[in-house]
Nanobody, 115 residues
Framework: QVQLVESGGGLVQPGGSPRLSCAAS????????LGWYRQAPGKSRELVAV???????NYADSVKGRFTISRENAKNTVYLQMNSLKPEDTAVYSC?????????WGQGTQVTVSS
């Protein structure tokens, strides 16, 4: 059974630097394209960052220079380091794993940026 389990969310002050983690099981993790998405209240889900099996990364313009996606294949885990958080970063963050026609989602973790 495939599982993606996110952790690391919560209430963060503006300017904070939390790190999200997504631990995967049941998949050949190193072969997968991995991504972080977010959905804010009343808005559509948007792509935040992706990392290929080879380690190439890409970011949404809104987070470029502030967020860093990385993967640790030995631990079947993908990370999202978030720096200089703003209130508009408040959302449910979900990880995504895809290879070919197979794709999986985590359940999401809430990140609320507020003082």
């Amino acid at each position: 059974q495939v599982q993606l389990v996110e952790s690391g969310g919560g209430l963060v002050q503006p300017g904070g630097s939390p790190r999200l983690s997504c631990a995967a099981s049941g998949i050949a993790f190193s072969l997968y394209l991995l991504g972080w998405y977010r959905q804010a209240p009343g808005k559509s889900r948007e792509l935040v960052a992706v990392i290929t099996s080879g380690g190439t990364t890409n970011y949404a313009d809104s987070v470029k220079g502030r967020f860093t996606i990385s993967r640790e294949n030995a631990k079947n885990t993908v990370y999202l380091q978030m720096n200089s958080l703003k209130p508009e970063d408040t959302a449910v963050y979900s990880c995504h794993a895809q290879t070919g026609s197979a794709y999986y989602w985590g359940q999401g973790t809430q990140v609320t940026v507020s003082s």
